[in-house]
């Protein structure tokens, strides 16, 4: 059975980092779409950072140069490095993965929630002022 676990979220004071982890297991694919997404109380899942295979990545306007998103040596883990952190950055994170992805499932964005078939449970971030 795939499992997906993010790691890493915690309460912090605004421009400090944290790294977030996601380690699938019990996941037959080697080459994998991931994504992280970030959710707050009353709102849609909204897209923050992605990569494909070939390494390729995507990020929402609101975290460019302060987020990295980074696949680990192994094939079952990937990271996002959040730097000077805002208090608009607090949400619930999951992370996402597919062998696919979203444009080959159909969508027309890196953040089309269906295009990835595996998530975690999440992990938080709050961020105080």
């Known amino acids: 059975q795939t499992q997906v676990v993010e790691s890493g979220g915690g309460s912090v004071e605004a421009g400090v980092s944290l790294r977030l982890s996601c380690v699938v297991s019990?996941?037959?694919?080697?080459?994998?779409?991931w994504a992280w997404f970030g959710q707050t109380p009353g709102k849609e899942r909204a897209g923050v950072a992605a990569?494909?295979?070939?390494?390729?990545?995507n990020y929402a306007d609101s975290v460019k140069g302060r987020f990295t998103i980074s696949k680990g040596d192994n094939k079952n883990t990937v990271y996002l490095q959040m730097n000077s952190l805002k208090p608009e950055d607090t949400a619930m994170y999951f992370c996402a993965t597919d062998p696919w992805g979203p444009f080959r499932r159909g969508g027309d964005t890196w953040w089309t929630l269906f295009g990835y078939n595996y998530w975690g449970q999440g992990t938080q971030v709050t961020v105080s002022s």
């Open positions: 990569v494909d295979p070939d390494g390729n990545t």
């Open positions: 019990g996941y037959r694919y080697d080459d994998n779409y």
